[in-house]
Structure formats: C-alpha cells, structure tokens
C-alpha cells in the first residue's frame, strides 16, 4: 500500500511537471541536433502542400525501441584472373556446401557452369559427383536473382566435405569476381554498428566478431571502410580490446546528393590449420546533415489531443514531423493508441508543425495522462532522419 | 438479437452501396504491359470476375526498379490509383501486390504526408493482400550486389544494380522497417490492413506437372537460389521475410489445390486456386 501510495505520488508530480515545463524530454540515445545547416535542395519532385495524418492504434500491440541490424557473414569475395581459372583457383571452404559465384567482369569470357571443374590435392573429382547443382545466368535471372551476364553458380556436393579445392574453368579469359558463400558454416562475421541514425560529424562506434560457433578466433586480421551513397569510402581502424574487435570514427561532413544509405563494410580472415578463412561482412547506416531540429518546446491543446512543436529550419525542404500517443487505460497502464504525422514545406528560418491525434481516434476506457513517444522528425527532401526523442512528453491530469 | 440483425442489415447495405475496385501492384521491374506480361490474362481477370463490377480494376505500370519512394515509384503508383479511384468513382479498394509491389505500397501507406495523393488513398483501400512480399528483404538482393567496395573500387564493375534490389538487402530493409515502414514487429501497425499470402517452398521436378505452372525454367532457377535461403523460402524470399509485415492471410500449402506450395513466379499466376482464392475475396 504505501508501495503504491508513493508510485502515485511520484506519478502525479511528474504529470504536474509536465504541465508546468513544456519542454521536450531527452533520453541517452535520443538523436538531437546541437547546429543547423544550409544545403541546397536536391534535385527531383516533392510535395508542397502541408499534409496531416492520424489514426487509432489497437492499444494491445505493443511498441518497442528499434535496434541496429547485426550482420552475419558466411561469405567472401575475391577477384581474380582467366589464368588463375585456367590452372585452379584455389577456394578453401569450412563446411560442407559450399556455393561458388563466378561473374566475368566486362570483356572477360562468360562462364557456363557445365565448363567447371573441381580438384582435390591436383586431382579432378568426377564431375558427375563434384556439384550437386548448378545454375546458368538464364536460370538465376529466371529466378529472380539479378546476375550480370556470363555468370554461373555451382553447389559443391555435400559428400565432398570441407576444406582446399581448386576451381578450374579452361576457357576464362579477362578478369572475373567470385563469390563463395558457406550456408551450412559455423563461421561466421558478425558485425552491427552502435545505432541507425548518426549526424554528420558524430562518433561511429562498429563491433565485429569473426568466431566459430560465436567463439573469437584468434589472430583475426580486420579492415572496415565507411562507404557513402555517392561511392565515397572512408577507412574504419579497428582495434582489439580484450578479444573484441572494434571501430571507433567520426563521421564525415560529406553531403550527398545520392539517396540511399551509407553501407560499413567489414572484412576479415584467420587460418585455421592451413586453411585460410575469409568473411566479407555489411550493414547500413543514415548520417543526416542537421538540416532542421525541433526547438525543444511544445504546446498540448488536451481537448484536440494535439501537439505543437516549433522547428528550427537550416535549409529549406520539406519536413515531418511524426510521433506516438499513449493514453492511459483503466488499469492504469500507458499503451499506445494512435498516431500522427504532419508535413510540410519550409523556408530558412522558424516554423511549427503539429501532431493532431483526433480524440477519435482514442479507445473507450482510456485517456490521460497522455504520453508522447516515438517523436521523430525527418527531412522529406534529403531522406534523412534529424531527431528522434523516444519519451518526448508525458501530460494530462489523471481521472 | 435484433440489433445484430440491424447491424448486419446496414453492414451488408453499406457493402451493396460501395463501389469495390482491385488493383494489381507488381514487383520490382519497370513494367509497360503488367497485364500480360507480368500478371497474364488468365490470373487478372479471373481475380476481377469476382467484384460486383469486373470493370472496376486497374493494372499499375511503374517503375519499381527505383527506390519505393522514388516519385517513378510510389509517386507512380499514387499517380494511377489516384486517376483509378476518381474515374471509377471507387469507394473500396483492394489492392493485391506481389513482391517489392508490397513495399511500394507499404511505403504510401506508411508515409502518407509524403504526398497529397497518399491520404485519399489510405482512405478507400480496404485491405492490401501481399502476395509474397519482400517486406524484409532477401539475401539474393545481398548477393547479387556484387561483393565489396574493393571489386567497385578497382572500376570493374559487373553491373549496376537497380536501386530496388539495393534496396531489398536484408540490411537495408531491416533499417527502412525500422524508420520509415510501418506494419513490422515492435513498430506502429499500419492503417489499412495489409496481409500476406507466404510461399513455402518450390518443386521443380521435370516428371511433376505442378512444376510447369508459370514455367518450368523459371522454377529450375529458384530450385538453386534457395540455396541462399533457409529451409522455408519460395526460392526468392524466406518465409520471415513475407511474413514480416502485417499479417499472414495463409501459408501457400494451407490453400492450394492439392496442398501445393507456391514458388515466387507462381505467386503472381493462376496457379492452384489462387486466382479463384483471390477471386473470391473480391466479394468482401
């Protein structure tokens, strides 16, 4: 009881806090401009018109904080040459499987997958027992799978076993990349950046794993590079601590005018005994140009349910702001029950745009206190997220 | 009692008075003639035989090798259901998609200030029924965007790749779900319903006439790129993946005659009964 009373009491003074300080509420991990910048606007159709939009949640699904995406690797690339085919490439797998890639490069011969061979230790195995399958570029593009012309793909056959084989393609000629990816693999390289969205000029923090079994394997060698949508690659060092693998780099101040992400591109290798294990790892991240930022302050109109948040706007372009409501339920418990986005077109300068989430749009049985999450703002013209503030607000007097 | 029956009577008069309309969204690709070449005859008039107006129906041709929300992409697509929705005066829309088509709708429906058209849209579509959609991403995107930046870097690239497919990596989807697209596990449901139908599998065996359905080559192809894939995949996505988003409508074995699985070409044809499937949905 006393428990509860003191819940209540700490619960009340927060809510009467919130109504006297309307500023937005910032947490660790929130994503927060400290400067603005001016860039032009790039190239292409956006809309004008402001544009709001709101509608009910069902209060029973849950909502949670989104991770950064870890990548896992069972495979790697390499390039090499017609002769290197013609003698025997070698090509060192870990398991059991493997699927070997080869795509000509532009003026080399194309690869049909019935003119391979495997060897082991010098010697050819039949080939009527070295693949399990193999497929042309037809049949992969038939597929789906969009490969570049005179590309193959074989399946070495599970009875082969792991270890060193040669791959030979008598008539290569020209330049070709091949890809070797081990499925069935304890293998692996992992890697995941410290979160999804990064200003400009913002410490990247990328971990990396190449273990067996998810086990370091020691004498890793390790090389990362930052590569921006434009193609633009920017070195990622990596330093071991205690075993762990690790990148720590401030980001670039490039502006872009490509959309798409900015991939981290991790590579590395161990032996194992005399065979030479290779991982090629990626995942992607956003680095926004402070573009525009919230101001910090905002006003809640509690008949509408609506929010009003000021922006600081550094270039002109169209932004949106977007966010989650939680009401409270008869029960007590704070679940989310609709959301709202608004849009529009702004100048250098100051603007406001506001989330109106329609009390409509609330459930019988639920209302205040009211708590803002999720509140992010994001440039429509640049695709870039600016900010984001998980527990943005908390207002409302409870019934 | 009698309010139910009330309820039900305006329900179904409500239904009488709408105006339904389907439209087909393909996948990744810049299509001209989706209609023959992507759908085929047989699968899109099947589907539309089944509204109360088998005119009301529309068969988008975009650009769905750029990124979804791209103005040749989604702004394409608002663009034709716009034009759709105001002259067949369309109350009701279902929308079917296929492929990286669900993304492109996920995208309007997921960011509807993006574009004054999106919201009109929101507004009449009743349900997108996603038939194999990559709302995840798929490993063969992964593959086929050629290795690292050191084969790019030496200028020998093999090919650009389509920015959809860029897009359509596993990584990239997995941040696009978590920023910009609703409908995903821990993030805001979306405001249409939005369901998928999910392959499980692929048969290519040359004695097997299901193989044939949507062409035998085709499915030899995603008998070998399912290699990449786990072991529940339509040769082209893995079952998370189609299942990412939303909710799953029914596993392809569940539904199809003779409890066969559907591959991705099959996905978008009249293979099995999923075109009378679909067909019958029409009438909700």
Request: glycine content about 8%.
């Amino acid at each position: 009881m006393r428990k509860l009373l003191l819940v209540t009491l700490l619960s009340a003074a927060g809510v009467a806090q919130a109504a006297n300080d309307n500023r937005l509420a910032t947490r660790a991990n929130d994503l927060i401009a400290s400067r603005l910048v001016n860039i032009p606007v790039p190239a292409g159709q956006f809309e004008r018109k402001p544009v709001s939009f709101s509608y009910a949640l069902n209060p029973q699904n849950q909502l949670a904080t989104s991770t950064p995406f870890t990548a896992e690797s069972r495979e790697y690339w390499m390039q090499t040459e017609g002769s290197e085919l013609n003698k025997g490439l070698m090509i060192d797998t870990t398991a059991p499987g493997a699927l070997i890639r080869i795509s000509p490069a532009v003026g080399a011969a194309a690869i049909a997958p019935g003119n391979m061979k495997l060897l082991r230790n010098g010697k050819a195995i039949d080939s009527t027992k070295a693949f399990s399958q193999q497929a042309s570029t037809e049949q992969l593009q038939k597929a789906g799978m969009d490969v570049s012309s005179g590309t193959a793909v074989v399946k070495i056959a599970d009875g082969q076993g792991e270890g060193r084989f040669q791959l030979v393609v008598p008539k290569a000629s020209g330049r070709y990349l091949v890809h070797v990816f081990e499925p069935n693999s304890d293998v692996t390289l992992q890697a995941k950046a410290d979160r999804q969205n990064y200003l400009a000029g913002d410490q990247l923090v990328v971990n990396a794993l190449l273990g067996k079994n998810e086990k370091a394997m020691s004498g890793t060698e390790i090389s990362g590079l930052l590569v921006s949508p434009s193609g633009k690659t920017y070195d990622l060092t990596f330093k071991n601590e205690n075993g762990a693998l690790r990148a720590a780099s401030k980001l670039p101040n490039e502006v872009t005018q490509q959309p798409g992400l900015w991939e981290v591109q991790v590579l590395a290798g161990a032996s194992d005994g005399n065979l030479r294990i290779q991982r090629d790892a990626r995942t992607v991240i956003s680095i926004a140009q402070p573009t525009a930022k919230l101001n910090g302050q905002f006003r809640f109109n509690p008949q509408a349910l609506s929010f009003s948040m000021p922006i600081q706007v550094g270039s002109q372009g169209r932004y949106e702001l977007s966010g989650t409501l939680y009401a409270t339920g008869r029960d007590g418990i704070s679940r989310p029950v609709a959301q709202a986005a608004m849009a529009n077109w702004f100048k250098q300068g100051k603007g406001s745009l506001n989330l109106d989430f329609n009390r409509a749009n609330l459930p019988a049985g639920y209302g205040a206190p009211f708590e803002l999450k999720f509140v992010e703002l994001k440039d429509q013209t640049r695709m870039m997220q600016l900010e984001s503030r998980e527990n943005a607000a908390r207002v409302g007097t409870p019934r | 009692m009698r309010y139910l029956f009330v309820f039900a009577l305006l329900a179904l008069s409500s239904l009488c008075s709408a105006n339904t309309g389907v439209a087909f969204v393909h996948g990744t690709g810049n299509q001209t003639d989706a209609y023959n070449t992507y759908w085929q005859p047989t699968m899109v008039n099947n589907v539309r035989g089944g509204l109360a107006n088998p005119a009301n129906f529309v068969v988008i041709n975009c650009d769905f090798t750029q990124y979804m929300w791209d103005s040749r992409a989604a702004g394409c697509l608002a663009g034709q259901l716009s034009s759709f929705i105001s002259s067949k005066g369309i109350t009701r829309l279902i929308v079917i998609t296929h492929s990286n088509g669900g993304n492109v709708m996920r995208w309007i429906m997921s960011n509807p200030t993006w574009d004054s058209r999106f919201p009109n849209i929101i507004s009449k579509v009743v349900r997108v029924n996603a038939l194999a959609p990559s709302s995840a991403g798929t490993p063969l995107a992964d593959a086929v965007t050629n290795g690292n930046v050191f084969e790019t870097s030496l200028g020998w690239l093999l090919g650009y790749k389509s920015d959809a497919v860029k897009m359509q990596q596993v990584s990239w989807m997995s941040y696009y779900n978590s920023n910009y697209l609703f409908g995903t596990s821990g993030r805001p449901a979306q405001p249409k319903l939005f369901r998928s139908v999910v392959g499980t599998d692929v048969e290519s065996a040359i004695w097997d006439s299901d193989s044939y359905c949507a062409g035998y080559t085709e499915n030899v192809g995603l008998e070998i790129t399912q290699a990449w894939l786990n072991s529940c995949s339509d040769g082209f996505l893995n079952c998370s993946s189609q299942s990412a988003a939303g909710s799953v409508w029914f596993n392809d074995k569940t539904r199809m005659a003779g409890g066969e699985p559907l591959s991705h070409n099959q996905s978008r044809r009249a293979c099995f009964g999923l075109d009378s499937i679909l067909r019958t949905d029409m009438s909700y």
